[in-house]
């Protein structure tokens, strides 16, 4: 079943205080992607990786954010400290290959109160 | 700066008629077009592609058109049916080796029985 999975699915927590997003990329993917959905911008893309290594990650608050790939089966998205203008759906993504089409999971639904 | 725009936040068709989604693009090194589906609380999913070799790409009921010179893109999908009622987003590549998706904001169709 080959899928892009994602946790937690629904993360509240307060402000300033750490989140952490898990990935699990489809098996033998090697391009993985987070973007983050809200009602003002649709889809932005946050970071992407290839093989491992972060080739963008230019539409992330560097400040807060982090983005990471420690193995070839896991990628993380951190916020900390977390603020309420965070609150949104994250979603990983991931790809075989050049121009080939990318598959979301279902997203990590955070409100941060 | 939004480099793929849908202009048309909602569009509503009735069912067995014709539902066309458009898409423009500023950015020239775009080759590659994707249209992806998405309902509530799931995450998007893949729907057709079309490479800039080609001003058409046909899968059953749907139909996406390319006019590279007018950066242009559309999604025909007909006849449509309720269950097509979704938001559709269209992203672009470009085959510079970057596999970054650029997505727009998103046209939320609804077919009315």
């Known amino acids: 079943d080959a899928r892009v999975t994602q946790t937690p699915r629904d993360k509240v927590t307060e402000m300033g205080q750490e989140v952490t997003m898990r990935c699990q990329p489809i098996?033998?993917?090697?391009?993985v992607f987070w973007y983050r959905q809200t009602m003002m911008q649709g889809l932005e893309l946050l970071a992407y990786?290839?093989?491992?290594?972060?080739?963008?990650d230019s539409g992330m608050p560097k400040d807060r954010f982090s983005a990471e790939m420690p193995d070839a089966t896991l990628a993380t998205l951190k916020i900390q400290p977390s603020e309420p203008r965070d609150s949104a759906v994250y979603f990983c993504?991931?790809?075989?290959?050049?121009?080939?089409?990318?598959?979301f999971g279902q997203g990590t639904r955070l409100t941060v109160v | 700066d939004q480099q793929v725009k849908q202009n048309s936040p909602s569009l509503s068709v009735q069912e067995g008629r014709i539902s066309i989604l458009n898409c423009d693009y500023t950015?020239?090194?775009?080759?590659?077009f994707l249209w992806y589906k998405k309902y509530p609380a799931e995450g998007p999913t893949f729907l057709i592609s079309?490479?800039?070799?080609?001003d058409k790409n046909e899968d059953g009921r749907f139909t996406v058109f390319l006019n590279k010179s007018a950066k242009h893109l559309s999604l025909h999908i007909v006849p449509s049916q309720p269950g097509d009622s979704a938001v559709y987003f269209c992203?672009?590549?470009?085959?510079?080796?970057?596999?970054?998706?650029?997505f727009g904001k998103g046209t939320k169709l609804t077919v009315n029985p």
């Open positions: 098996l033998g993917h090697n391009t």
């Open positions: 993504a991931s790809s075989g290959g050049l121009n080939t089409e990318a598959f």
């Open positions: 079309i490479s800039s070799i080609k």
């Open positions: 950015n020239s090194m775009f080759d590659y």
């Open positions: 992203a672009a590549s470009a085959r510079t080796g970057s596999e970054k998706l650029v």
């Open positions: 990786f290839r093989n491992r290594a972060p080739l963008d």
